[in-house]
């Protein structure tokens, strides 16, 4: 039997990595989009249930509502949609992912990321947002 507990103790490191080299080899290619212009893009990975990811809602609809036609904000229920938590190689919920407009991944953050924090990471990955004219402010 211990012989068995021991194997177990390697390969499940060794499946689980590789999961994670598969989710962030998929996480690179872009993802199809119905805008004509590419954008950067804000994956949002999470459930409607967890407390940080209820959180990051109203943030994700401020960024998409104010920031649109700059920057796409998508939000992935991966509780929902079992797929994709793996595709991405995500650890935790919320995982934010930040793609170029050609669908590299720049930069990913896990768990609660207030909105002044989101847009001072795309300002210093180079994307300049425009600040919204409803509101005034970044």
């Not at 401020?62 to 991966?78: H, P, S, T």
Request: charged residues 25%; hydrophobic residues 50%.
């Amino acid at each position: 039997m211990k012989p068995i507990r021991a194997l177990r103790f390697v390969l499940i490191p060794i499946v689980c990595l590789a999961a994670l080299a598969a989710g962030l080899r998929a996480a690179d290619t872009p993802a199809p989009t119905d805008n004509k212009v590419a954008l950067p893009r804000l994956v949002d990975l999470g459930a409607d249930k967890c407390i940080p990811c209820k959180m990051m809602a109203p943030i994700l609809a401020e960024l998409e509502k104010e920031y649109a036609g700059q920057i796409n904000v998508v939000f992935i229920d991966v509780w929902k949609n079992r797929d994709e938590g793996p595709r991405y190689g995500i650890r935790v919920i919320p995982t934010q992912i930040f793609f170029d407009a050609s669908g590299k991944e720049l930069f990913r953050h896990e768990g609660f990321y207030a909105k002044k924090d989101i847009l001072a990471k795309w300002a210093e990955l180079g994307v300049a947002l425009r600040v919204p004219v409803a509101t005034g402010q970044p």
